[in-house]
């Protein structure tokens, strides 16, 4: 069994700061990460080309699953949901999980992240992410 790297430490530019805080956590617990290693092909043109995308956030090789994190008010998070159920429908071997701003918010409290947590509460939180 070959062991895989794990990308402690390494430098990433991340589009919100919970991606960074839930890097801490895995890398905390030594679990190989990648960040936004794929982009899964959801919809094409009548010229075949690729209209609509998605990138999960983070791929954990060693349990083969992709993880998506959202901090958008629930009624918001429609989008995502359809991209994970469209990504689902066209790629039924991926693994992926929607990590939603109150299930990140709980995790971080229980691993003691209460600065971080503090960071996904109320509105402004969820005006940060892109």
Known sequence: MTE??????????????SEETFSKVLDFYGIAWEYEPRTFALKYDSSGNVT????????????????ELTTLKPQLSTHKNRKIKRLQELYPDIKI?????????EMMVKYGLYQEADHLKGRASQNQEG
């Open 52 to 67: 609509e995308a998605f990138a999960p956030d983070f791929y954990l090789p060693a349990q083969d699953l992709y993880i």
């Open 4 to 17: 895989l790297p794990c990308f402690i430490n390494r430098p990433h530019k991340f589009s919100h700061p």
């Open 97 to 105: 999980k929607l990590l939603k701003r109150r299930e990140m918010r």
